[in-house]
């Protein structure tokens, strides 16, 4: 009697990468990723709540303003109820008089919002693997820095690999900071820029023309943002 046939027993296909040298961008080797990886379909949706969520973990919620009770000055009343011909009046501290409360103003609050790591981690991989349909996935071999920290260098090997603010502006992703590379790119903002792989976020995955990593910064992605395909694994493993 033949096994049942169990589609989770067969391997993940896997996707092919060449790893490139810097700055020359000479091929070196090619390198395999698993599908789970960087050939995911695009979930727009998830996407947005990613970005989303990133935007109102950043904002500060310190906006305060101060009521008629916190006003500091007397809350005498300014004129009689009665008998003056004009509009009835309370104390200084109003919100209609200039200098009193403010009614309904903002006061300090968390904005954080809440998403299921799996599903962050999800958009992750989803923001890589979009870049890596679009040949927008420029993996380089460790240790990527430059010879002179001047911003004319960075310029030149910019435009001349179409890096540059003429073809959309490109992330570098490093595993260490690179001193040279840093601050040659320092006043090239408008080319683009470098950050460290715990800097970045999904948005940065997403607002660039092209992404450009480290292939330990972006192993080191891949093995922080997998929390989803874990205890699938394990399933699958006990079932096999």
């Known amino acids: 009697m033949s096994a049942k046939w169990d589609a989770n027993s067969l391997p993940a296909p896997s996707v092919l990468t060449t790893i490139y040298s810097f700055p020359s961008m000479e091929p070196l080797r090619f390198e395999q990723y698993p599908s789970t990886h ?36 007397s809350h005498r009343k300014i004129r009689p109820q009665k008998g003056s011909g004009r509009a009835r009046l309370g104390d200084k501290t ?23 790591k799996k ?33 004319g260098f960075i310029k030149q090997i910019f435009e001349s690999n179409h890096w540059g603010r003429a073809d959309g502006r490109s992330l570098i992703i490093t595993s260490s900071f690179r001193q ?3 601050h040659a790119l320092e006043s090239a903002g408008e080319d683009g820029r ?9 948005k940065d995955l997403l ?7 480290e292939k330990g910064a972006l192993d080191g992605i891949l093995r922080d ?6 205890k699938s694994a394990a399933k699958s493993g006990r079932q096999l």
């Open 38 to 73: 960087l050939h995911l379909p695009l979930r727009r949706d998830i996407l947005h709540r990613a970005v989303v969520y990133e935007g109102d973990k950043t904002r500060q919620g310190t906006a305060s303003t101060k009521w008629r009770s916190e006003i500091h000055g």
């Open 94 to 116: 109003s919100p209609m008089l200039r200098g009193g409360g403010v009614a309904f103003g903002p006061k300090p609050r968390d904005f954080s919002t809440e998403l299921p």
């Open 119 to 151: 599903m962050y981690d999800l958009a992750w991989r989803t923001a890589l693997s979009h870049r890596y349909h679009k040949g927008e996935l420029i993996i380089m071999d460790d240790g990527v820095e430059v010879e002179y920290p001047q911003t």
């Open 180 to 182: 040279n590379l840093f």
């Open 194 to 202: 470098v950050l460290l792989e715990e800097e970045v976020d999904v």
């Open 207 to 213: 607002e660039h023309g092209r992404i450009v990593v």
């Open 225 to 230: 943002h997998q929390s989803d395909l874990t």
